[in-house]
């Protein structure tokens, strides 16, 4: 039996990838251990407690809530270094104690490969958003750019990775700090290292089309869990058999630009039942009468999707990839960071619209979802997607790519 550890961003969108792999690792007789949730029946072993007390997340996921999507990709990469930090300080010493045999890395944290590197194990890092892959076909997800590869583009989409990098330099730094007093090589060009193992739930038919691909990189398609997520109470006697639209904007931006407000402003006047949940955060929508409408705080998304007959989101890797698998239409409206490319990977494929949040009002969205509701070719290419995803079984390929890293 092998001893295996997973890190992981403290955000939900990264969490339950983290924690299904870490689930799926530990039905195969693999003893977990790991920054990750024990919803999933796994050990639970925080870090940085000194750094990030009980309540300093609730208090930096509030601010990011109130920021402009530059400003909170830009909050976000100073939250990366304290991350960072400490794991590159307290990481290594936690494998020696738990006598960990190999790493699974949140492909963000470029720090916890060091850390296996430094302790001798193998590591595979999975990717928890978008895939980066820096070449110059596509243009980098975080920047509101339809996807184009012509020659006049291809410098620019080249340009949109050389930003987004720099903007990462403090992070490769910090590592680099450390590789050096561990005598490792430094890193020199981050997420275009081929030696790299690197796993992404990104189903390749939705991914955007490149001239090339990391020698090491694999699509194996969504790895989520169902029976490794929190469960959630939800008052299922109140559906009322009507067209279900599910709404969510996720975990760390729902709520903010008032954007709940205008779902509900567009929807409840069709004859739909709208179903809304705030994600986990506080909002005075769910005190307003909205007639036979439901609006609750968490909700058990992927029973939801097995209802539903469209799915508006922000387009988070997550929520995209369980709307696919569950065959659900989809209205994107993405608010930060992975949520552009993703919004024009499902463009791209036609199981769904996208729109910009910037100048939405509530007919413009309820013309798109009536579009999307009244045009087949949209179910038909999402039942298509939930059909392929079903086949890939991307958990089953990923714990296998995992376990042959342990041979």
Aim: net charge neutral; charged share 20%; proline share 5%.
């Amino acid at each position: 039996m092998s001893r295996i550890a997973v890190t992981s961003l403290s955000y939900i969108g990264h969490i339950h990838p983290a924690s299904s792999i870490g689930a799926e690792m530990k039905s195969r007789g693999h003893q977990d251990y790991g920054k990750i949730v024990e919803s999933a029946g796994l050990e639970y072993i925080p870090i940085g407690e000194r750094e990030c007390p009980i309540g300093f997340k609730d208090k930096r996921d509030e601010l990011l809530s109130t920021l402009s999507s530059f400003d909170a990709m830009k909050k976000n990469m100073d939250n990366f270094v304290l991350d960072y930090n400490i794991i590159l300080n307290e990481l290594p010493d936690l494998i020696k104690k738990h006598k960990i045999d190999l790493l699974i890395a949140d492909s963000t944290l470029y720090a916890a490969p060091a850390v296996a590197e430094h302790c001798g194990i193998p590591f595979v890092t999975i990717d928890c958003i978008s895939p980066v892959v820096v070449e110059s076909s596509a243009a980098c997800d975080m920047t509101d750019w339809e996807h184009i590869n012509t020659w006049w583009a291809r410098p620019r989409n080249w340009l949109s990775y050389r930003l987004v990098l720099r903007a990462f330099q403090p992070c490769v730094e910090a590592t680099n700090i450390k590789r050096k007093g561990w005598n490792l090589h430094p890193i020199t060009q981050p997420f275009m290292d081929e030696t790299i193992t690197r796993i992404s739930q990104m189903p390749k038919f939705v991914d955007f089309p490149r001239e090339w691909w990391p020698q090491n990189f694999h699509h194996t398609g969504p790895f989520f869990k169902q029976d490794a997520r929190m469960k959630h109470d939800f008052p299922w006697d109140k559906l009322n058999g009507k067209p279900i639209v599910y709404a969510s904007m996720g975990s760390l931006f729902s709520g903010s630009h008032g954007s709940l407000s205008l779902i509900t402003q567009a929807v409840s006047p069709m004859d739909v039942q709208l179903v809304l949940t705030l994600g986990g955060q506080t909002n005075d929508i769910i005190n307003e009468d909205l007639g036979s409408h439901v609006v609750v705080e968490n909700a058990p998304q992927l029973d939801l999707l097995e209802k539903a007959s469209l799915f508006i989101t922000h387009g988070g890797q997550n929520s995209m990839l369980e709307g696919l698998a569950k065959g659900v239409p989809m209205v994107i409206i993405p608010v930060t960071s992975d949520q552009f490319g993703n919004a024009n990977r499902i463009k791209l494929y036609g199981s769904g619209e996208r729109l910009s949040l910037s100048g939405l009002n509530p007919e413009l969205l309820r013309s798109t979802v009536e579009k999307v509701m009244s045009h087949e070719s949209y179910t038909i290419k999402a039942k298509q997607a939930k059909q392929l995803i079903s086949e890939t079984n991307g958990l089953k390929r990923a714990a296998d790519i995992i376990e042959n890293k342990l041979k």
